[in-house]
C-alpha cells in the first residue's frame, strides 16, 4: 500500500481556518491527508504542540495565520513568525526535514493559495516517507 | 529497633551528586548515626552480591544518583528497586538525563567510533573497540554494554521521589533526610522542591523583556541586578523549576535549566525555546536569520539537562 502521509494542520481561527473553509465551500479538491484543529490565534501554537503532534504520529505539522499586519490580537502572529523557524532549526539537530514542518500566512479569501499549500505539502512529505520516530523505546 | 538501611548509588553521573551528600558537612554525621549504609559504591566497599544476598524491600532508602545508560546500570536499578522501599531518583541525571543525555543527539557507534577511533589523542592503530565479550587466557571478560538512547531511571523502574538539581543543593538533602526520619514523606511522585519557575525566586530587576540581540556568556558584561535574560543572555529561569536556591544566577551566569520543567509543562526545551523566540525583537526575515544565528545551539541550550526526559528523548535512529 503506497504511504499517506498524516498531515496535522493546526490553523487560526480568524483567516486561516476561514481560507480552510471557503476552499470546501467553493468545491476546491484538495489532498485528504490533513487533519485540521482550530485554535483561536497561530501564536496560541506552542512549539510543545508541534512535537506532541510528532510523538503522537503524525509526519507533518502545518501551522497557518493570518498575513502580517492582519492579526486579530496584532502581533501573535509574529511571535509564531519567530518561533516556527527557531523550532526548525532545533529539530534539525534532532534529525526532522525542514519539509516535515511548514508555516503559511492564508487569508479568509485564500481558499485556493490553501488547497494549493495542502496538495505541496502532502506531496513533499509523501516523498519524505514517514516519520518513525525511534525515540525512547529503542535501546539495543 | 535496627537502624534503617541506606543506600547510594551512582549511574551515568559526573560524581558530583555523591559530593553534594558529603557537602552536607556535619549533619553526614547525624545521616550515618541515623542509617545502616548499606551501598555507596564512591565511599565504601560494598559489593554487588551484598545487595543480592538481601531480601525484597529490606533497604528502607535508596538514593540513586546518574542516568541509565548501560546493561549494567540497567540491571542495578531493577535490583535495587526490588530490594528499596523507597527509591529517590537523585539529581538531574536520574531525573531529566542529565548531561549524558546529549549522548542522544547521537548514537552508539558514533560514541565508538569518536572516542576510540577518531579522538586525536588515542594509539590505536588496530582500530579497537570495546566489546561485551572478550576471552583471555584467565577466561572470558564481560562488560556492560553501551545503550544507544541514555534513559532516566523512572523510564526503566518505578521510582518514588524526585530530588533534582545538578548536584542537588544541601538544603533539599536536608529536608529529604529531615522528611524520611520523621516519617513525614510526601505523596510517592513528588518533586522536592518548589512547584514554580527559577524566575519566581529569581530577586533580579525585571523590567520589560524585549531583547534585541542574544549574546553567550563570554560575549557580554552583565549588569549583576538585572535579568540576564533582559541583557540578551539565554536564561532558562522561565522554563526551569525553582528552589535551587539560584546559584548560578548569584554568580552571574545563566539558569542552565538543571531542575526540569516546572508543573504543568511537559517539554522543557520546547517552552524554553517559545519564551526565547517571543521576546525577540525583529519580524522581517533578516532579522529573524539574526536571531536564528544568535542562537547558536538550540537543541543543546534548552536540552542541555532535559533531553531523556523530553518528548522526542532523542535524535532520530533511523530516517525513514
Not at chain 1, 496560541?44 to 503524525?58: D, I, M, S, T
Not at chain 2, 579497537?128 to 556492560?144: A, D, F, S
Amino acid at each position: 500500500m503506497s504511504f499517506e502521509p498524516k498531515i496535522v494542520g493546526i490553523l487560526c481561527n480568524w483567516c486561516s481556518y476561514t481560507g480552510a473553509d471557503l476552499a470546501g465551500t467553493s468545491r476546491k479538491k484538495y489532498a485528504p491527508n490533513v487533519r485540521i484543529v482550530r485554535v483561536m490565534c497561530s501564536g496560541r501554537v506552542e512549539p510543545q504542540f508541534v512535537l506532541k503532534a510528532f510523538k503522537q504520529g503524525a509526519d507533518g505539522v502545518l501551522i497557518c495565520g493570518c498575513h502580517i499586519g492582519d492579526c486579530h490580537y496584532q502581533d501573535g502572529n509574529k511571535k509564531t513568525a519567530r518561533r516556527m523557524p527557531l523550532l526548525k532549526k532545533m529539530l534539525s539537530q534532532f534529525g526532522i526535514e525542514d519539509e516535515r514542518i511548514r508555516l503559511e500566512w492564508v487569508s479568509a479569501s485564500e481558499g485556493d493559495r490553501f488547497a494549493a499549500i495542502v496538495n505541496e505539502m502532502t506531496e513533499q512529505v509523501r516523498k519524505l516517507g514517514p516519520y518513525n520516530a525511534n525515540g525512547g523505546a529503542a535501546n539495543g | 529497633m535496627a537502624k534503617p538501611k541506606l543506600a547510594i548509588y551512582w549511574a551515568a553521573a559526573c560524581g558530583g551528586c555523591d559530593v553534594a551528600i558529603l557537602d552536607t558537612n556535619e549533619k553526614i554525621l547525624d545521616i550515618a548515626n541515623l542509617c545502616d549504609i548499606v551501598l555507596w559504591p564512591i565511599a565504601a566497599d560494598f559489593k554487588y552480591h551484598h545487595i543480592e544476598a538481601m531480601k525484597d524491600k529490606e533497604i528502607d532508602l535508596c538514593l540513586w544518583n546518574g542516568a541509565v545508560r548501560n546493561t549494567e546500570q540497567a540491571e542495578l536499578a531493577k535490583l535495587l528497586r526490588a530490594k528499596s522501599k523507597v527509591l529517590v531518583a537523585f539529581g538531574a541525571c536520574a531525573i531529566l538525563g542529565g548531561i549524558p543525555a546529549l549522548a542522544n543527539f547521537t548514537t552508539r557507534d558514533e560514541i565508538l567510533q569518536r572516542a576510540y577511533v577518531e579522538a586525536e589523542s588515542n594509539a590505536n592503530d588496530a582500530k579497537t573497540l570495546p566489546q561485551t565479550k572478550t576471552t583471555v587466557k584467565e577466561g572470558e571478560l564481560e562488560l556492560p554494554e553501551l545503550f544507544d538512547t541514555v534513559q532516566t531511571l523512572a523510564q526503566v523502574v518505578d521510582v518514588e521521589y524526585f530530588v533534582p538539581g545538578c548536584p542537588p543543593p544541601v538544603d533539599i538533602i536536608l529536608k529529604l533526610v529531615d522528611l524520611y526520619a520523621t516519617n513525614k514523606l510526601p505523596k510517592p511522585g513528588a518533586i522536592l522542591a518548589a512547584n514554580k519557575t527559577c524566575c519566581d525566586d529569581c530577586d533580579r530587576i525585571k523590567e520589560e523583556k524585549k531583547v534585541k540581540k542574544f549574546y553567550r556568556p563570554h560575549e557580554i558584561i552583565t549588569d549583576p541586578k538585572k535579568c540576564l535574560l533582559e541583557q540578551g543572555i539565554i536564561c532558562c529561569g522561565p522554563a526551569t523549576r525553582g528552589g535551587c536556591g539560584m546559584r548560578c544566577v548569584k554568580a552571574n551566569m545563566p539558569c542552565r535549566g538543571c531542575f526540569g520543567p516546572p508543573d504543568g509543562v511537559a517539554d522543557q526545551g520546547a517552552k524554553m525555546l517559545s519564551a526565547i523566540a517571543s521576546i525577540y525583537q525583529g519580524e522581517t526575515p533578516e532579522e529573524i536569520n539574526k536571531m536564528l544565528e544568535e542562537v547558536v545551539d538550540p537543541a543543546g541550550t534548552f536540552y542541555r539537562f532535559g533531553m531523556a526526559d523530553s518528548m522526542l528523548k532523542r535524535k532520530r535512529l533511523h530516517k525513514s
